[in-house]
């Protein structure tokens, strides 16, 4: 024992430069994943016991779990930071300056971590728990479907924290809005209103385990009776004691109030700002950038408009009339919503064939179409899951089937932007790249929101520029539209946040109530969208302008992709550097 005690004071006294930055990566990657048992679980990490023990778990939402987190990212950036770049190859250097953005803006935020919402419609404790089970969690085997089981048994404790977590910075007079606790509210209604057999939780690991043949049908029914009986005896009841807390606040709040109407919300928006964006950007500045995009855009349409002999109303009015136009048939039976999926399926095999042009790298991980779960349909948004490295889970699509995403002229821009080529091209390939450290393929610190939803909205711009639009007109104004949306988005997200903007005044600037709602609990993220899609384009042209004859648009395309998922100011370099190494 002695001996070994004196093998560990060797070890502790060895110079940091005896650890290579790639046992630092693999080393301090594996303690970040390991206190986080909910990232351990998507990210399939370990292997073995190791992994199956924290498959039965779920990451605290408490204050003192956040801190601890803190602590740790504040004493990785003092290790990483004692390694010289100097030695380091491109990919490492890349590397070591991401890790030290991510890690450096999880220290950033913590003065700013009271300024948010344990529960909310979007993207609070009750939708990440249920999304944790039916979208993430791996359910092949009968391990696995114990482990969900298990892994529901604490899903009423971990709610149980979010609802201190809520009456803590309530206390400090940080609630959302009455428009945002009314949805909450009605939204965690619809989870528990049904049975706790027909709960989507509980039908969820039915169908998985219907479709995993090794599972017995004795054991299947077990385990369903397990997880009703959690659903009914736990999880309910904790839902509706959230439910209370929520309505115990109507009466406390004002109708509006954006994040800067805190005090000290400004500067925690300044922080959500700098995060999203990854510029210096300020709240004025991207407003103006807005603005000025919107009335470019709308330039565009009205000519498009105009050729069709659609002449009368507003942008918006005439956009809102030919979506209208173009909705698929009432009532919204199940054979309607059916139907979107496959349209969606046909678009994206479409988009698969198309891509070949464009790009020389694609991934290998299929793509899988699927609806939105009904609970959450009314609040979500299209959304992109990725795939696992070990090829355990296919990249997701999730499609909402609501009323207002029922037009067949808006299928096409929101599936090239999730799926084909945008965030299923950018994602799947990086979760591929083994020229990458781990932590980057697998985005365990994070996603950098500018690049990846710049290159989601990067995507749809590029299609219609490679006309896959000219054969249908209507659908290219549905892809203009999606651009003044994210560039209305600019305008409406620091309206709201720092310029007293109300909903409504949002909505009537051309936003969905659902939309306006989802900027209100997750500030300065749909900055990001048109900021990051804008550089993507600046270095395209600057990169074409830069190398004239010898420009081609697949190598550009393979070296923003190749780089990875990084801060906008990180990629600009990498590209000075391809246009450098072309002469």
């Known amino acids: 024992m002695r001996a070994v005690f004196a093998l560990l004071l060797l070890l502790s006294s060895l110079p940091l430069q005896a650890q290579t930055i790639g046992d630092f990566f693999d080393s301090f990657t594996a303690e970040w994943v390991r206190g986080n048992p909910s990232l351990a679980t998507g990210l399939r990490y370990f292997e073995g016991e190791e992994q199956d023990r924290l498959d039965r778990q779920i990451t605290p939402f408490t204050q003192a779990y956040d801190a601890e987190r803190t602590a740790l990212a504040r004493r990785g950036l003092g290790q990483l930071r004692g390694f010289e770049r100097a030695g380091m190859t491109d990919v490492q250097r890349v590397s070591a300056d991401l890790l030290d953005w991510q890690l450096q803006a999880i220290v950033d935020a913590e003065p700013f971590s009271d300024y948010s919402f344990p529960l909310n419609q979007f993207r609070g404790a009750n939708t990440a728990l249920p999304s944790l089970l039916m979208r993430i969690h791996p359910l092949a085997n009968e391990r696995d479907a114990e482990n969900y089981v298990a892994k529901l048994g604490q899903v009423a404790g971990r709610m149980n924290q979010a609802i201190a977590e809520t009456e803590r910075i309530g206390a400090k007079g940080i609630i959302p809005p009455r428009y945002i606790l009314d949805a909450t509210i009605k939204q965690m209604q619809r989870f528990a209103d049904p049975s706790p057999g027909q709960n989507p939780i509980a039908t969820t690991l039915a169908q998985k385990m219907e479709a995993a043949p090794a599972i017995s049908a004795e054991k299947r029914a077990a385990l369903s009776r397990q997880a009703e009986t959690i659903i009914a005896e736990q999880v309910y009841p904790a839902w509706r004691k959230a439910i209370a807390l929520l309505e115990s606040q109507l009466p406390k709040v004002a109708a509006e109030k954006g994040l800067s109407e805190y005090e000290g919300g400004a500067a925690a928006y300044a922080n959500r700002l700098r995060y999203y964006t990854t510029t210096q950007l300020t709240a004025g500045q991207i407003h103006e950038i807005g603005l000025k995009e919107v009335a470019r855009i709308e330039g565009e349409m009205d000519k498009l408009f105009r050729q069709l002999g659609r002449t009368d109303g507003t942008i918006a009015e005439r956009m809102a009339k030919l979506e209208a136009d173009r909705m698929y048939p009432e009532p919204l039976s199940e054979a309607t919503r059916a139907q979107v999926m496959k349209d969606i399926e046909a678009i994206v095999r479409d988009s698969q064939k198309r891509s070949e042009s464009l790009f020389d790298k694609r991934p290998k991980a299929p793509l899988e179409v699927q609806p939105t779960p009904t609970f959450m349909e009314n609040n979500a948004a299209a959304n992109y899951t990725p795939p696992t490295a070990d090829g355990s889970r296919p990249g997701i699509y999730q499609y909402p089937r609501r009323r207002d995403r029922m037009s ?176």
């Open 408 to 583: 067949k002229v808006s299928l096409r821009s929101v599936t090239y932007h999730e799926g084909i080529p945008g965030h299923h091209f950018q994602i799947a390939l990086q979760v591929e790249n083994t020229e990458l450290p781990r932590f980057r393929q697998i985005g365990a610190f994070g996603g950098i929101s500018a690049f990846s939803e710049g290159w989601g909205l990067y995507a749809e711009r590029l299609v219609a520029e490679q006309g896959w639009y000219d054969d249908d007109p209507e659908g290219l104004l549905n892809a203009l539209d999606s651009q003044l949306f994210r560039a209305r988005r600019l305008v409406v997200d620091t309206g709201l946040h720092s310029k007293g903007w109300t909903r409504q005044r949002a909505v009537d600037y051309g936003i969905p109530v659902s939309e306006v709602e989802r900027y209100v609990v997750l500030p300065g993220q749909a900055c990001s969208y048109m900021t990051g899609q804008l550089k993507i384009v600046e270095l395209r042209e600057k990169t074409k302008a830069a190398l004239g004859d010898k420009f081609s648009l697949q190598e550009f395309h393979n070296v923003v992709l190749d780089t990875g998922m990084v801060p906008l100011e990180l990629l600009e370099q990498e590209v000075d550097r391809y246009i450098a190494s072309k002469g």
